[in-house]
């Protein structure tokens, strides 16, 4: 019969339709693929090694070369200087030596491959919950979206929750999303590209006990190797003493110069944890008394001890996002298996599906905004770095390279927050705290490129004491800006998110 | 059919009508709190003081695992000395709370909250940043 046909075609075709919409109940093929870890489906720019049980950022060239100027000094130290420095003087000076390195190498490992408190990124069904609620919020605006914001008093301090369009949450307060590992970070203080890794809330007393013992380190090797070159040059001379160990030379100058840039952020960093603040606050001047009367840091203990305590000493959190665990649906799954995806699965899959719409969503905005303000970043007579249009995008190592040598880039719509402390030198602090557009939702993927990478010290720059820095006061950041390593890299990323996400919309 | 599922296996197969995600509470600081308001979606299916009571546990758990005292400041010093290899042998305070709690929503789902077609979920599945309440469509799950 010709209906029965038809139908039996219909059937045929609905039969196709279902088996090609994948769910895992379905195929059975899947249930024999071996199941994924979490860290391979992470949603952020981290790298992983040893089956998700190190975690560090994507570019760890610095962290190397840390690693290298340690490793080769102390060795120097070890093999050179101590051998005349246990004979002349006494044997315990190499055994110093070596618990002071040895803590040093163990603090810097801990904090580079731990995770500093990344805040994982919201479920599909949270995501849609929230935007529902700022919906309802701040009612049906026009083609702007309004600015995501939530007010909260803490300890009598009115603070402002930011809402991050990249994670999909509202930022617990003191977190902050970093631009170069893409992920909100608990008590964010800064990365830092000597360590390789974001310094947060659970790996910030490694961090900090790092710097602390690598500023002993330093003193000691600096002040033993002295004593070695004066007692030579007693005997023979200060010449040959020299000659007789070039070795030492070297790390004389190597300690010479860590010791201003390493004692000076031990300094800073015990400031901050006295004050219980972070390098972003400080940088910032949140608690800072100039901007009020009021003002005062909620977060403080009260007492410097306490706030030591809990910065040094405190309960240590486990990490949030579980590396080594199977990446598996977790919700109820609809009954009929015909009906295609379920509506609430949210497993790391749709995630990642989602975070490509969200790319898509995110050149959408870019490229809407950049054709909005186009000219708005070009006020100032610096090179700036942050402009909007993603044309600029592939223009900038030509521009950044202009600015090498010159003072840091102001931006132009941000406040530069007089420096209420000496800013950390060698490390980069969250973008956060750039408003670029002055919207507050300045995350947006393409975006954030450009400004993210220029925020490392190129190794060039490593020996400069602060006073020879050119990013050094005047506006309080310490960025700068540089043409080197990582632009080209970042630049062909940023061109090809941006191509990729026009040509979804183009698709649409 | 005469087959008798446990809970927990029929709910894979029961529909899911609606999320209520708890929010944090961060009037006192970063502590781990949740909001103890009482969401309106839950409102025909459970007692507004057993919701507020199972929440406000949870808090004082979460608070109990993140106070500093004297044991945290013991196990931080003994950490550091030992260089952290102590936590190859032992937990940390705050992993033997977050077991504790698990355990505790666990009961609290066996024996009030799936009877009534809601599920709990862990936070810590959730990055501590909500408690997601699971909202099953009213399909008379009791057997």
Request: with cysteine.
């Amino acid at each position: 019969m010709h209906l029965g046909v038809s139908e039996s075609m219909r059937e045929c075709e609905y039969s196709q339709i279902s088996t090609r919409s994948s769910t895992p109940m379905e195929t059975p093929y899947k249930k024999r693929t071996p199941k994924k870890r979490k860290w391979e489906a992470f949603p952020g720019r981290n790298k992983f090694y040893c089956d998700g049980r190190i975690m560090m950022a994507k570019q760890t060239g610095v962290f190397y070369l840390t690693l290298v100027l340690i490793l080769v000094t102390c060795g120097l130290f070890f093999t050179f200087d101590c051998p005349y420095l246990a004979q002349q003087l006494t044997p315990i000076i190499p055994v110093i030596g070596g618990v002071l390195f040895l803590f040093v190498l163990g603090t810097l490992l801990r904090t580079s491959f731990s995770d500093p408190g990344v805040l994982p990124r919201a479920t599909s069904d949270e995501a849609a919950d929230l935007e529902r609620q700022i919906d309802v919020a701040n009612g049906s605006t026009g083609y702007r979206p309004p600015p995501r914001t939530k007010e909260v008093v803490i300890n009598g301090q009115t603070v402002k929750l930011k809402y991050c369009f990249t994670c999909k949450i509202f930022r617990p307060p003191r977190a902050s999303h970093c631009s170069l590992c893409d992920n909100c970070v608990e008590r964010f203080d800064h990365h830092c590209p000597w360590v390789g890794n974001c310094v947060g809330r659970r790996n910030y007393r490694f961090f900090y006990m790092f710097i602390l013992s690598l500023s002993f380190l330093t003193i000691f090797i600096f002040a033993f190797v002295i004593t070695h070159i004066i007692l030579s040059s007693h005997r023979n001379g200060f010449l040959k003493a020299l000659k007789d160990s070039p070795a030492s030379v070297l790390e004389v100058v190597v300690c010479f110069f860590s010791v201003w840039s390493i004692v000076g952020l031990s300094g800073f960093h015990t400031y901050l944890i006295s004050s219980n603040q972070t390098t972003n606050e400080d940088i910032k001047g949140s608690w800072s008394s100039k901007r009020g009367k009021d003002n005062y840091n909620p977060y403080s203990h009260g007492n410097i001890f306490t706030n030591c305590c809990a910065a040094l000493c405190g309960p240590l959190p486990p990490s949030l996002i579980d590396r080594r665990g199977f990446v598996q649906s977790d919700t109820p799954q609809l009954a009929s298996p015909t009906n295609g995806i379920t509506m609430y699965g949210a497993t790391q899959s749709q995630q990642s599906h989602m975070c490509d719409q969200d790319q898509c969503i995110q050149s959408t905005k870019f490229v809407l905004q950049a054709a909005a303000t186009p000219l708005l970043q070009q006020q100032s007579s610096e090179p700036v770095i942050l402009t909007a249009s993603p044309e600029n995008g592939v223009s900038l190592p030509g521009r950044t390279s202009l600015a090498l040598g010159g003072p840091c880039t102001s931006l132009p719509l941000g406040q530069p927050t007089p420096p209420t402390s000496t800013p950390s030198l060698s490390c980069h602090e969250a973008t956060d705290m750039l408003p670029i557009h002055g919207h507050t939702h300045n995350h947006s993927h393409p975006l954030q490129e450009p400004v993210a990478h220029h925020h490392f010290l190129t190794p060039e720059e490593v020996p400069s004491p602060p006073g020879m820095l050119h990013c050094g006061s005047p506006l309080g950041h310490s960025h700068t800006v540089q043409a080197g390593f990582y632009n080209p890299a970042s630049q062909d990323s940023l061109h090809e998110d941006s191509v990729r996400g026009l040509v979804k919309l183009s698709s649409v | 059919m005469a087959e008798t599922h446990s809970l927990q296996d029929m709910r894979p197969q029961a529909a899911v009508a609606a999320k209520v995600f708890i929010q944090r509470d961060y009037t006192n600081g970063t502590v781990c709190q949740f909001q103890t308001k009482f969401p309106s979606e839950l409102e025909t299916r459970i007692d507004k003081q057993q919701f507020e009571e199972t929440v406000r546990m949870l808090n004082n758990l979460y608070a109990e695992a993140e106070k500093l005292g004297s044991q945290s400041y013991i196990e931080g010093c003994l950490a550091c000395l030992t260089a952290y290899t102590v936590f190859l042998c032992m937990e940390t305070h705050y992993e033997k709370m977050l077991k504790k709690i698990a355990k505790y929503i666990q009961e609290q789902n066996d024996k009030i909250y799936a009877p009534r077609g809601l599920l709990l979920t862990d936070p810590i599945e959730r990055g501590l940043r909500v408690i997601e309440v699971t909202i099953f469509e009213d399909r008379s799950l009791t057997r």
